[in-house]
């Protein structure tokens, strides 16, 4: 199989799922300074997450310069990465409704959370159809940053049990830890 076709559907469902991401944000209901202010809460949880989306799509791509190869495993992986990755709108509108809440930012690390899992499991699908030697497998070895964020992504779902913001805050620092891909991509194929 070959894998334009992948990056195609996924290019398809980021680019949706942005546009879905702005239209839950509302315009303001009056013309002053102060009802502005209101979208205040709602416009943060909007930036924290188009960052978010915006990165995975980058390091998708990133991570699909170096497969030559690609399976149902790995679509199956890819799938599941764009599930969650389509869930990130609702729970950006949740969120930026109820800033505060435990519920709300609970569900938003979580859903957070389950995007790093999956993006892990389509880096070891592929990994895996490419063999050992492949670019995907060097690039991947020893890569601690996904790792570390996942850490990061789950400590934020147990501080939203003390701290409700810590489910964006960690978004924001993985986002943050993301926001340059991965080098050794760019160092492969120098």
């Not at 839950?24 to 979208?39: K, N, R, V, Y």
């Not at 890569?143 to 501080?159: A, E, F, P």
């Not at 003390?162 to 080098?183: D, K, T």
Request: net charge neutral; with cysteine; glycine share 6%.
């Amino acid at each position: 199989m070959t894998k334009s076709r992948v990056e195609a559907f996924t290019d398809g469902v980021i680019a949706i799922l942005i546009t879905i991401l702005v239209l839950d944000l509302h315009a303001p209901t009056a013309t002053s300074w102060a009802a502005l202010g209101e979208l205040g809460e709602p416009f943060f949880a909007y930036v924290v997450s188009f960052i978010a989306i915006a990165i995975y799509w980058n390091n998708h791509h990133h991570l699909y310069q170096t497969v030559k190869k690609i399976n149902g495993a790995v679509l199956w992986a890819n799938t599941a990465l764009l599930f969650w990755l389509s869930l990130l709108p609702f729970a950006t509108a949740w969120v930026g409704e109820h800033l505060t809440a435990f519920l709300p930012e609970l569900v938003y690390a979580v859903i957070s959370l389950m995007c790093g899992l999956t993006y892990n499991l389509l880096n070891r699908c592929l990994v895996s159809v490419n063999g050992p030697q492949s670019s995907v497998a060097v690039i991947s070895r020893h890569d601690r940053k996904r790792w570390l964020s996942l850490l990061i992504y789950l400590i934020g779902c147990i501080l939203t049990l003390l701290w409700p913001l810590a489910g964006l805050g960690a978004s924001l620092v993985v986002s943050v830890l993301w926001f340059i891909p991965n080098q050794r991509v760019e160092q492969e194929f120098k």
